[in-house]
């Protein structure tokens, strides 16, 4: 399956891209490599990218199994590399549940499923990255 975006440049450092959904975003640089901080960055446009991937994932699974989850959210830090061409050699991802009738184990499946088997963008990240993957749960306190 062939996936088409088209990005054109808007003058300076910013640039208009396409996406298949119809949805378009800017990209550019920071104000200390000649942009004016008007869009998202290429790089970390990535982070995203693979938080949203293995997000829609587990969102997925937790209406499939029928979980009660009142809210959750993936935190990633990256380390870039400091020779050029640089990337992320490494990446953590925390994913964060909150709730209180949490089935950890239900959950903790949901994101091994995502992490293991349906996350093209996770398997991109394998290609270049070492992974540190964790799970956390939040209940409220009485």
Not at 28 to 36: I, L, M, P, R, V
Not at 62 to 73: C, P, S
Not at 106 to 128: H, N, P, T, W
Request: charged share 30%; aromatic share 10%.
């Amino acid at each position: 399956m062939a996936i088409k975006v088209s990005t054109k440049w808007l003058g300076e450092m910013r640039f208009e891209s396409t996406n298949p959904s119809g949805h378009n975003l800017f990209i550019d640089a920071g104000e200390e490599n000649g942009g004016k901080s008007e869009g998202y960055r290429p790089k970390a446009l990535m982070l995203s990218g693979l938080a949203g991937c293995s997000g829609l994932d587990v969102a997925a699974l937790i209406k499939k199994m029928k979980l009660d989850v009142d809210d959750f959210n993936i935190d990633i830090e990256a380390n870039l590399t400091d020779e050029h061409p640089k990337y992320y050699d490494k990446v953590a991802m925390h994913f964060h549940f909150y709730g209180d009738n949490l089935q950890e184990k239900k959950l903790q499946r949901a994101v091994d499923l995502s992490i293991e088997k349906y996350c093209g963008v996770m398997e991109m990240f394998r290609q270049f990255s070492e992974l540190d993957i964790e799970t956390h749960f939040h209940t409220k306190s009485a």
